[in-house]
């Protein structure tokens, strides 16, 4: 039986494991067509280090109806031989069917090499879980130990107490053990006290140690993994304090026999990509070893450093018996003083290698692609074709972090990045970590697979569960998430006083993706936790609502709820899908309920409500405070628990929901479709969404609010999200019609980096201040849901051509192409952007005075110079020469200028010639000139439809040009302009055909 899995460290392997199908999923045992199923999947060495006993795991998802049953699952490389695998199910369908499978095994590479593995069924039922190889536990009252071939590790109280290689054993009698001392300068010992296998098979087997330290509040994790004849051991070490508690050292102290010493003088034998390696060998023995710190940078930033921030914090440290080494301390910090604050978690991970196995791998970290394809036949994405406006913000985000090898405070994602004009790049937010970025870059992952996303994401769940998700002295808060953390503001600000930034839905897909069994241990804490506090506290309203606390030491709670906290019913959501337990969707229907009791008449929800459903008000009591950002973070996740509903429904016997469900998904449709009324009434003033706390200083003074808020992009991306939900449940075209204008907006607004701002100054920011793209409800957003706007889009398309958004449409297409590269242009681009596509409709061009750094006036002139034909833009001033276009247009505050090609082609021989196109339509065309001299114009098909028979008269200032017959599509006429510069009209219309040759 398979058990749990313990080990956070199995997919940091120096491979790139691509995932392709090679055939359709039919079926699979106990299915029909079972043979018709398989999964290829690929294996490189990127790194040119060898690969020698790693494990490379990962989630796979899969459509109802294809496979049930692992037992019979089978894995062959190219030669046809059977290789070990170790599988899980992570997930399954309602009908019982796997939904994620976790496949682990062991693909030993030459650096550079390729290999190409087959995964299927095995059509004659044999049991493939055996293998040549196996680890094998001892668990008893007098022994405890887990060995293969090569190695056998012997279990004390203390930790390892004893390692035999080749039956020679390595450790002196008193093993190795865990320790940690503090600021006073006490050491203190570690127990085990609780011994389990986490998981066993035919691959790997990893054992967990858990105990508490003496005379301190802090315990500890200590996971063991053996390879199947492997010499290598993989370890991971959780340390959690339970108070406050200052740190000078904390990590693994092994006593080596005496024979042994250290082969590089300096102790530190290299330092590669974060990983600190020290080598030992035993000379008269022949026997080596070799510690590998995986991780060794990523505790940087985790805990807040009590002395000196730029004194090395980390690396392995050796103390000498008369001439050998002796000890081998392996920390987990050392030379530094670190504050751990009640329920600070960290993980870290330590290598062991004995025998002469070679190098240990010195390149790329570890990397798991599963092909999109796999991921669109699962029905887990709607589609993969990427528009250029997502590529680019791919592009960027991809750049963001490698920047910093994706390590930015202890692993995590940063929430906002900046490249600034010399060259060096600013982090911000980061420390608050908000679980939703990993969430939304999950899907990006998805859409890609690449690897080094998959390794930060990765990285940065397990940083996030860590130090965000509350472990500390108080076990009823266990699960707790906090808002602000060590890094940000030097202290907790508080617990879930911030939902969005503990949002579980991160630590969901993360858990399907890695299939680390840590993910999903958090995930389930974090939302029974919810479940909790709405059952053991008081209700708001008659509602059970999960509770909000502040971060005082007494875990007081507040007597109030914020609207955002609706932002938990997706991961609740997720969790009754995950574990089949119904409190979770009961607990996340309340929340609905809540959300329409306390809704506005208007279709808006105050920021935050007292128990009784009354609204709280900021500083003034006199003055609520209706924030649209504030709504949206929470609102989102009633889409979310409305699309799980129906999901739910549709696996229910005659499709009929219980009444506990019916009666959740009614408030939540009803909620929703309000509060997507108030969006259009706000939106008609602007065309987007303006934050109302700019609208004066007496506002913002009253309710302690930042006056340069400004207008917030990453409103617009959420109420996108919004109002697509409520057109797939209502239909009706006013919803989508708002949802494409905010597109189209959003869309203007594109950085030219290729991420979005968090938000848009407008006052005081004269001297070039800007907020830089924001990683969290932003432009990870926009990627997360692109897919689903893009397959929405095209099953409307004829609803969107006729309401106008045609453009929208082509852009969004994976047919566009991003032509800024092609056009030059005159102007500040971090003061007016632009954006430029060629698409099937024709060239689009966006100009948005963002207003994200400004300089003097807010009213700008752009001009642009666009390469190719002299051709006329719809709505737009045009200035033709021969050599090109310009467009000119003075832009107000926030004004988006959307600008799409037309196919007139204007040839001055005396240029200038000015244009303004006031009417393109299927039977018109009305163009403004001025200008001087003679003027060829060819008209093409397009939005003024070109027909083979029909007749076309031209009337320019007044007097008919003639009556033109189209030749191969196109009409061309010339025009003799005044002599004197001067407004004239040029009117183009189909006439009736005449009865005679013209």
């Known amino acids: 039986m398979m058990r749990k899995s313990g080990f956070p460290w199995l997919f940091f392997a120096s491979v790139f494991l691509y995932v392709a199908l090679s055939g359709p999923i039919t079926g699979a045992s106990p299915l029909s067509d079972a043979e018709s199923w398989q999964?290829?999947?690929?294996?490189?060495?990127?790194?040119?280090?060898?690969?020698?006993?790693?494990?490379?795991?990962?989630?796979?998802?899969?459509?109802?109806?294809?496979?049930?049953?692992?037992?019979?699952?089978?894995?062959?490389?190219?030669?046809?031989?059977?290789?070990?695998?170790?599988?899980?199910?992570?997930?399954?369908?309602?009908?019982?069917?796997?939904?994620?499978?976790?496949?682990?095994?062991?693909?030993?590479?030459?650096?550079?090499?390729?290999?190409?593995?087959?995964?299927?069924?095995?059509?004659?039922?044999?049991?493939?879980?055996?293998?040549?190889?196996?680890?094998?536990?001892?668990?008893?009252?007098?022994?405890?130990?887990?060995?293969?071939?090569?190695?056998?590790?012997?279990?004390?109280?203390?930790?390892?107490?004893?390692?035999?290689?080749?039956?020679?054993?390595?450790?002196?009698?008193?093993?190795?053990?865990?320790?940690?001392?503090?600021?006073?300068?006490?050491?203190?010992?570690?127990?085990?006290?609780?011994?389990?296998?986490?998981?066993?098979?035919?691959?790997?087997?990893?054992?967990?140690?858990?105990?508490?330290?003496?005379?301190?509040?802090?315990?500890?994790?200590?996971?063991?993994?053996?390879?199947?004849?492997?010499?290598?051991?993989?370890?991971?070490?959780?340390?959690?304090?339970?108070?406050?508690l200052e740190l000078t050292a904390a990590g693994m102290v092994a006593n080596l026999r005496p024979e042994f010493a250290a082969i590089d003088p300096d102790?530190?034998?290299?330092?590669?990509?974060?990983?600190?390696?020290?080598?030992?060998?035993?000379?008269?023995?022949?026997?080596?070893?070799?510690?590998?710190?995986?991780?060794?940078?990523?505790?940087?930033?985790?805990?807040?450093?009590?002395?000196?921030?730029?004194?090395?914090?980390?690396?392995?440290?050796?103390?000498?018996?008369?001439?050998?080494?002796?000890?081998?301390?392996?920390?987990?910090?050392?030379?530094?003083?670190?504050?751990?604050?009640?329920?600070?978690?960290?993980?870290?991970?330590?290598?062991?290698?004995?025998?002469?196995?070679?190098?240990?791998?010195?390149?790329?970290?570890?990397?798991?692609?599963?092909?999109?394809?796999?991921?669109?036949?699962?029905g887990v994405l709607p589609s993969r074709e990427r528009p250029p406006s997502a590529q680019r913000a791919v592009d960027w985000t991809m750049g963001a972090l490698n920047e910093r090898d994706g390590h930015f405070e202890a692993g995590a994602i940063p929430q906002s990045i900046i490249f600034n004009d010399d060259g060096s790049v600013w982090v911000g937010g980061s420390a608050s970590r908000p679980g939703e970025t990993v969430y939304n870059l999950w899907y990006v992952q998805m859409q890609d697979g690449c690897p080094d996303l998959f390794r930060m994401l990765a990285e940065d769940t397990e940083s996030w569960a860590d130090v965000v998700v509350y472990r500390g002295s108080n076990e009823f808060f266990n699960g707790a998430d906090r808002y602000g953390t060590l890094g940000q503001y030097g202290t907790f600000r508080s617990l879930t006083s911030h939902p969005y930034y503990g949002d579980a839905s991160g630590l969901y897909l993360s858990y399907l993706m890695t299939g680390e069994r840590y993910f999903r241990d958090t995930f389930e804490l974090m939302t029974r936790y919810a479940v909790r506090t709405s059952n053991e506290y008081p209700t708001y309203g008659d509602y059970r609502v999960p509770r909000r606390f502040t971060w005082d030491g007494e875990f007081e709670p507040r007597p109030f709820i914020e609207s955002r906290n609706m932002m938990q019913a997706r991961g609740l959501a997720y969790a009754e899908r995950m574990f089949g337990d119904e409190a979770f969707g009961e607990i996340a229907g309340q929340l609905a309920h809540w959300a329409r009791h306390v809704q506005h008449e208007k279709g808006f929800w105050y920021q935050a409500y007292f128990d009784h459903g009354g609204p709280l008000t900021q500083r003034a009591l006199d003055l609520p405070s209706a924030k649209n950002y504030i709504m949206l973070y929470g609102v989102r996740a009633l889409v979310s628990f409305r699309d799980h509903l129906e999901k739910k429904r549709e696996t229910l016997d005659g499709g009929e929901l219980g009444e506990v469900d019916r009666e959740s998904l009614d408030a939540t449709e009803t909620a929703l479709i309000r509060f997507a009324d108030y969006l259009l009434e706000e939106q008609q003033a602007h065309g987007w969404l303006w934050d109302p706390i700019s609208d004066g200083g007496d506002f913002a003074a009253k309710t302690n609010e930042d006056m340069r808020r400004g207008q917030m992009p990453r409103q617009e991306i959420m109420a996108i999200e919004v109002l697509e939900g409520v057109y797939r449940m209502t239909g009706e075209e006013r919803y989508l019609s708002s949802m494409l204008e905010m597109l189209r907006y959003y869309l203007a607004i594109q950085q030219e980096q290729g991420g979005w701002s968090s938000r848009n100054q407008h006052r005081e920011h004269e001297d070039g201040t800007v907020q830089g793209p924001f990683l969290g409800n932003n432009t990870a957003q926009f990627l997360r849901i692109v897919p689903r706007l893009q397959v929405l889009i095209e099953s409307e398309r004829e609803a969107v051509n006729a309401l106008g958004f045609r453009d929208v449409a082509a852009v969004l297409s994976a047919d566009a192409r991003d032509i800024r590269s092609e056009i030059d242009h005159g102007f500040d681009s971090r003061e007016v952007g632009f954006n430029a596509f060629a698409t099937p409709e024709g060239r689009v061009i966006y100009l948005a005075n963002y207003s994200g750094w400004m300089s003097g006036d807010w009213v700008k002139t752009v001009d642009l110079r666009v390469a190719g034909e002299p051709v006329l833009f719809e709505g737009t001033d045009n200035r033709i020469t021969a050599n090109g276009v310009w467009l000119s247009d003075e832009l107000e505050q926030f004004k988006r200028l959307y600008a799409r090609e037309l196919p007139v082609t204007l040839r001055p021989e005396n240029g200038p010639v000015e244009a303004r196109v006031l009417e393109c339509r299927t039977n018109l065309l009305v163009v403004d000139l001025r200008g001087e001299g003679s003027l060829d114009v060819t008209i093409g098909d397009g939005p003024f439809a070109i027909e083979d028979g029909k007749v076309y008269g031209v009337l320019y200032a007044g007097q008919a040009i003639g009556s033109l017959r189209p030749d191969e599509g196109k009409i061309s006429f010339r025009l003799s302009l005044p002599s004197e510069t001067r407004l004239e009209r040029l009117t183009v219309r189909p006439l009736a055909p005449p009865s005679g040759p013209l």
């Open 267 to 378: 102790l530190l034998s290299g330092t590669i990509r974060s990983r600190a390696v020290l080598d030992f060998h035993a000379s008269e023995l022949g026997r080596r070893i070799r510690f590998d710190a995986p991780d060794i940078d990523r505790f940087r930033g985790a805990v807040e450093r009590a002395d000196d921030p730029e004194a090395p914090a980390n690396g392995f440290l050796v103390e000498h018996d008369t001439d050998d080494v002796r000890v081998l301390f392996a920390p987990i910090q050392y030379r530094a003083s670190w504050m751990w604050l009640d329920g600070v978690s960290r993980t870290t991970r330590l290598d062991m290698v004995f025998g002469e196995n070679g190098p240990m791998e010195s390149g790329a970290p570890p990397a798991a692609f599963v092909a999109p394809e796999q991921f669109v036949k699962a």
């Open 39 to 244: 999964v290829m999947i690929t294996v490189e060495e990127r790194s040119g280090s060898e690969v020698r006993d790693r494990i490379v795991r990962r989630g796979v998802p899969l459509a109802p109806g294809v496979l049930r049953s692992t037992g019979n699952l089978q894995l062959r490389d190219e030669a046809g031989r059977t290789i070990p695998i170790q599988t899980e199910v992570l997930k399954r369908h309602a009908g019982d069917d796997i939904a994620w499978l976790s496949v682990a095994f062991r693909p030993d590479l030459d650096p550079g090499a390729r290999k190409v593995f087959t995964l299927e069924i095995d059509s004659e039922g044999a049991d493939t879980a055996a293998a040549e190889h196996r680890v094998r536990i001892t668990n008893d009252s007098e022994v405890r130990r887990m060995e293969n071939e090569k190695l056998r590790v012997e279990f004390g109280p203390e930790g390892l107490a004893q390692i035999v290689f080749d039956e020679v054993p390595l450790l002196e009698a008193n093993g190795a053990a865990l320790v940690v001392s503090t600021a006073e300068g006490s050491y203190h010992s570690w127990r085990a006290t609780g011994f389990e296998i986490a998981e066993e098979g035919p691959v790997f087997a990893t054992v967990r140690m858990s105990g508490p330290f003496e005379d301190i509040a802090a315990e500890a994790v200590w996971e063991v993994t053996l390879v199947a004849g492997s010499a290598r051991i993989e370890q991971a070490f959780r340390l959690t304090s339970k108070d406050d």
